[in-house]
């Protein structure tokens, strides 16, 4: 199958903000070329007018809890422990994993409408997760939810060397939910296993204040960082999702182990967990990567709310509006999500690439007047500008219609038995 | 022309929450019916299948700077001095009437497809202004954007007289720039129109810490709000936009003239100014509108991320995601703006009412799955959600496109000659 793509604007994402008039070639899964405008009208199995719009690399959700969508507007405008303990938990717990396949499959239609075209997961069940994102069509790469209360180290080991031989769109990166959620013992069965596998690991690391305090009463004045890496959790690298408490001695711990680190402005906002100020890690260096965070907490899956309030709290809390550069922040949405998920392929567009394609409508009014077609996107760009999202080589959503193989009034109709028999 | 919406979920704001089931009618400009399903299918015009889609009042935009669209993106990610000094004063000291005119209708395009009925704006030509909106079918309510540098208290008073007899879709409330832009005999010279016509004046007010702590220099240690109440500019109500830094003492006094506020946090954001926690307004009963600001500033006209805003800030500032429930932003969104407005058959969805009504879009994903509508709304919702906006009773933008009685391609070529030209 081969796909060409004319008329377009490209931002490749390879060579900072520089956006190209040109034409995408896709043959299957991956890219075959992207520049200039280019004679080679036959051969095509179709030939798709960009129409002067942009085509730009799909955005990287890069932490996420897809199933929790049966729990969006359910108890929110609570405070955080009756959200947790009242709301969250108990329905919790009566999830089976076929619920979790099907619940999932809501949260991959609106990443679609969200231009995305990977996520960052970490939930209960990882087989039907998987399922629900292989037949799907698309990339998911997942990480331990692990706790004193779920999951196993020897489950989690086994879920490491399968689901990354599963198939083109799942992969597994060790990880565990929290300092707070986990005994040392169990802590200390991670490393090992991060040890025998030189694997990365991944984590909720300083969400909240509390969180950062009660681990130093526990451990010697130690932060969930120092505590963690001095169990050896991190010695092959990993990193951390929210971090918005973290230390400079905490900071200089992720750039030795190279370990990225995952904002989730909205949800650290909506449940008044606070607001990270990205500039610090990034000018240490940190690769970093933005998520949307499960949709109980947030409650939109929604890319380009993510990026304004990235900006926004650089801004706000530098009380400076020359804080933080668009361009850094779309970096961080789509170059920088795929590196901290080890998608390597999924990056930048350029020839041999994995071809995970997004066309951004700039014939909207909010792309109008064009001074700055980057600045555009990132300060007054929404899901209304996504006009195809393409993963692996295949539109998956178009024009408002999803091409996922399945009739999505039955997925949700699905999902919404679930939800009701949780209440 | 009769219209029926059938088949729909129906929100009319009225009383609080409730949702139900039914139909509306409209008559030319306004509500004949909103109710339950009635057995009424003859003599309509058109009868339109809902779809258990939601109908529920237009967002009112409660401050905005239309024309600045051809700002957008243009000089971000600057300090606020360079901001003001080297990109937007230069520029604007150029714009014509005619400039004017033509941008502003890009403006309108977006606001369309926010599903945004009517906005409160301030810029520089009225007249011109109050044409574009006109022509368009869009509410504007103008008030006057008064300074030592721009505008006089008699055109003021002209536009007083003749916009509010315009046409069914301008009004004209007085008003000036702010206090640090006005000299105190303009300013006595305001509340002198105020004192004549019995009128309420807005302005911007408060909207960083430093225009506070240089008018309390200026004045005796008084704060804008207290100087420009000395001067008895708020005799007749009126009110202020952004408020971000206003005493407990100006809350009194805004409380005393039954003044309004008008909150904009992403331009807050944007430009560093800081987080308005509005729930001691809404405690002290003040009524409250949400405003965009203009496209220079935010830079999207888009009153979900202001709704989201509004709610992130509370629940930041007070530590509490209790902080500010949905329900009560959605009335700032739609009834508390129409109140500031003056706009007093715009506010709910009732007979009699104005027929400025939209329609939101439930199946798609981000609205999924339903536990409550009206918080999935405020805080999972986007412009993709908007479906349809009629304004006075016709249709100006469905699925995707807009009736304006123009070629939009047309208008953004118009405005972008303009953009280039005042580069």
Chains 1, 2 share one sequence.
């Not at 990882?126 to 997942?142: H, K, L, N, T």
């Not at 009380?319 to 789509?334: E, F, I, P, Q, R």
Request: glycine share 8%; charged share 25%; proline share 3%.
């Amino acid at each position: 199958m081969r796909t060409r793509f004319y008329n377009a604007k490209i931002l490749t994402m390879k060579d900072g903000e520089e956006i190209i008039d040109g034409e995408i070639f896709v043959k299957d899964d991956h890219i075959q070329y992207v520049g200039p405008h280019k004679h080679e009208p036959s051969d095509f199995d179709r030939q798709i007018n960009v129409n002067g719009n942009l085509l730009m690399p799909g955005f990287k959700n890069a932490h996420t809890h897809s199933a929790m969508v049966f729990l969006r507007s359910l108890a929110d405008d609570l405070p955080l422990g009756s959200w947790l303990n009242d709301a969250v938990f108990p329905r919790e717990a009566k999830l089976t994993k076929e619920d979790i396949y099907h619940l999932s499959k809501v949260a991959i239609l609106e990443y679609l409408t969200s231009g995305i075209t990977a996520v960052f997961e970490m939930y209960l069940t990882p087989d039907s997760i998987a399922d629900a994102f292989g037949e799907m069509g698309m990339r998911c790469v997942q990480t331990g939810g692990l706790n004193d209360f779920s999951q196993s180290v020897e489950q989690m080991e086994d879920w490491y060397l399968r689901l990354n031989k599963k198939d083109e769109f799942n992969s597994f990166i060790p990880g565990f939910h929290a300092e707070y959620t986990c005994s040392e013992a169990l802590l200390m069965d991670v490393a090992a296993l991060a040890h025998k596998y030189e694997a990365p690991v991944w984590c909720h690391n300083s969400e909240t204040k509390s969180e950062v305090e009660s681990c130093k009463q526990k451990h010697d004045g130690l932060t969930p960082t120092q505590y963690l890496d001095s169990l050896g959790i991190f010695d092959y690298g990993g990193g951390g999702y929210h971090c918005v408490y973290l230390s400079d001695e905490d900071v200089e711990i992720f750039k030795k182990r190279k370990m990225g680190i995952v904002t989730n402005p909205a949800s650290n906002a909506k449940l008044a967990s606070g607001m990270l100020d990205v500039t610090p890690f990034l000018e240490a260096g940190i690769e970093m990567g933005i998520g949307t965070d499960g949709p109980a907490s947030n409650n939109c899956l929604d890319m380009f709310r993510e990026m304004f309030l990235t900006e926004a709290y650089a801004k706000i809390r530098q009380s400076n509006a020359a804080a933080l550069d668009a361009a850094k922040v779309l970096h961080m949405a789509t170059v920088g999500g795929a590196r901290v998920m080890n998608l390597k392929d999924c990056d930048i567009l350029a020839e041999g690439k994995k071809a995970d394609i997004i066309m951004i409508d700039l014939k909207k009014p909010n792309m109008q007047l064009v001074n700055n077609i980057l600045k555009n996107l990132v300060y007054a760009g929404s899901k209304d500008n996504v006009k195809m999202t393409m993963i692996n080589g295949v539109i998956k959503y178009s024009d408002g219609e999803f091409y996922v193989g399945e009739d999505i009034e039955k997925i949700y109709e699905k999902a919404q038995e679930i939800t009701d028999r949780l209440k």
